[in-house]
């Protein structure tokens, strides 16, 4: 990976590199062939303007925890978030536990508008040991990673501890309670299919189930009742929202309460059905850490 960095590959090089690795984890994991959903890919994840999803996400950020100056982006893959977080002028890290990922990361620092020591900004790290001390950051974000994991509690513990008080955490990632879709293999599912069932469907449809057997079936409630607990286990005071609800609640001049959950039912409804057997519905949490 260090004589990677050190070749300065040509803007080309680095797609071709990033393609050809892609290409190989996507047919073994997912079964995807489709070369050009595959070149999309490749290119939102090279992208530096930020409308492949980063600007989305420094936005969701700057609204949610005005004050983050220092970021920590928990699964960074080939680093196209850090990377735009640091030229809209945070103090951003990322950890990555493939190592062709992060070699991406490492060769993309070498172009004439990217900063030689961005370069060690991604780090080796799983989310179960997270490298940084205790209070670290102002805000942790993960994408589509927590699905990912080998131990939701371990991580969400240490993504807890090392964030500071009066910072938090940023989580987006597939909530399988609800998604009528499976983004990874692009298939219509069912809400927790999973196990035996998952993998005759899979096989049917002429998928592997590998991908399949390393998913962790995540969704909001799940998440927000680890994260409670792995606070109240070490002490820490957090409030868990539902950012989506929030700011329908906003959009309505609604307060949270019985009457708010029933009158904004329809919305969510509306909002379900728009990505019904299309795309995943999401888990969109914001973790606030009141205090340590």
């Not at 950890?95 to 490492?106: F, H, N």
């Not at 909001?220 to 002490?235: H, N, Q, Y």
């Amino acid at each position: 990976m260090k004589s990677a960095y050190n070749e300065k590959m040509s803007g080309a090089e680095v797609r071709s590199f990033l393609l050809r690795h892609l290409t190989r984890e996507a047919a073994d994991f997912w079964g995807e062939t489709d070369s050009t959903y595959l070149a999309r890919v490749a290119d939102d994840w090279l992208d530096t303007t930020g409308k492949s999803g980063s600007a989305w996400r420094i936005e969701k950020i700057r609204s949610l925890f005005p004050d983050a100056e220092r970021i920590l982006d928990m699964g960074a893959g080939c680093g196209t978030f850090v990377h735009y977080a640091l030229r809209q002028g945070y103090e951003a890290y990322g950890i990555e536990p493939e190592p062709w990922k992060r070699a991406v990361a490492l060769m993309q620092c070498c172009a004439p508008d990217m900063k030689a020591e961005w370069a060690s900004r991604v780090l080796s790290a799983v989310g179960e040991r997270l490298p940084f001390a205790d209070d670290s950051f102002d805000c942790i974000a993960t994408f589509q990673t927590l699905e990912h994991v080998q131990d939701l509690h371990v991580c969400c513990s240490e993504m807890l501890r090392v964030v500071r008080p009066g910072g938090g955490i940023h989580v987006r990632c597939p909530d399988y309670s609800l998604s009528t879709y499976e983004g990874h293999y692009r298939l219509p599912w069912l809400p927790w299919l999973r196990g035996p069932m998952a993998e005759r469907y899979l096989r049917l449809c002429g998928k592997p189930v590998k991908g399949l057997r390393s998913l962790q079936f995540v969704s909001a409630r799940m998440l927000a009742e680890i994260f409670t607990a792995a606070a109240k286990e070490a002490g820490i005071k957090v409030r868990v929202i539902n950012v989506d609800y929030q700011r329908v609640l906003r959009m309505f001049h609604l307060r949270d309460g019985v009457l708010a959950r029933l009158l904004t039912r329809p919305a969510f409804f509306i909002h379900y059905l728009r990505f019904l057997f299309r795309a995943d519905y999401a888990v969109h949490l914001a973790v606030h850490v009141d205090g340590k």
